[in-house]
Every structure is written in C-alpha cells, then in structure tokens.
C-alpha cells in the first residue's frame, strides 16, 4: 500500500495547479503544506475522476484516429461493395463510440463538479 500511496506524492509541486491541455491528476485537489495526504473521500473521487477524464481525452484522440482510417479505407475501396461496407462500419461505430466518449465525459464533469 505503500508503494502506491508514494504515486500521489510524487506530483506534490503540480498539486491543485492546471499545467495543460489535458486534466491533471490532481486537479481541484485542496493541498496544504509540503505533504499531499487523502484526507477524506471527496479527494480520491476528484482523483479518479481526474483519471477518467484523462482516459476519455485519450479515446477521443483515437477515435479521431479511427474516423481517419475509415475515411482512407471508404476512398481505397474503388467501389468494392465489401471494402465499402467495412469502411462504412468502421466509420458508425467509431461515431457511436465517440457519442458515448462525450456522453460519458459530461457524466464524469457532472459528477465530480458536485462535489
């Protein structure tokens, strides 16, 4: 336990600061002192949720990704109804997929700005 206790304390001097495009892990972490300690349950949930929103950033970059390859498949195809059929999929799940990344954002934002 304490090997991961040590993950938190590595990050004191980024504590409660925005640095970036993305969340930080400890965004809206209250810190005082030189030593970051979990105090009470609201911490471990503004860290977890800091975690999510840094996950569904990176799986917004990759659908993006995904909806390129789609794309660049729906154009090689020349007309192959097969070829274009899967680049079709390719493209709605990854579109469906996306919905569900900012449905799931906003549920996490909405969240976790409760409290």
Known sequence: MDAFLHLFKLANSACGTKTGAFPSLFDGVPCTGADFQIKSLDVIIKIVGNAVRIAMAFAGGLAIILLLVGAVYFIL??????????????IQNTIIGLVIIIMAYGAVTLVTAAI
Not at 77 to 90: C, E, L, N, Q, Y
Request: proline residues 7%.
């Open 77 to 90: 195809s020349t007309g192959d109804p097969g070829r274009v059929k899967r680049a079709k999929d390719i």
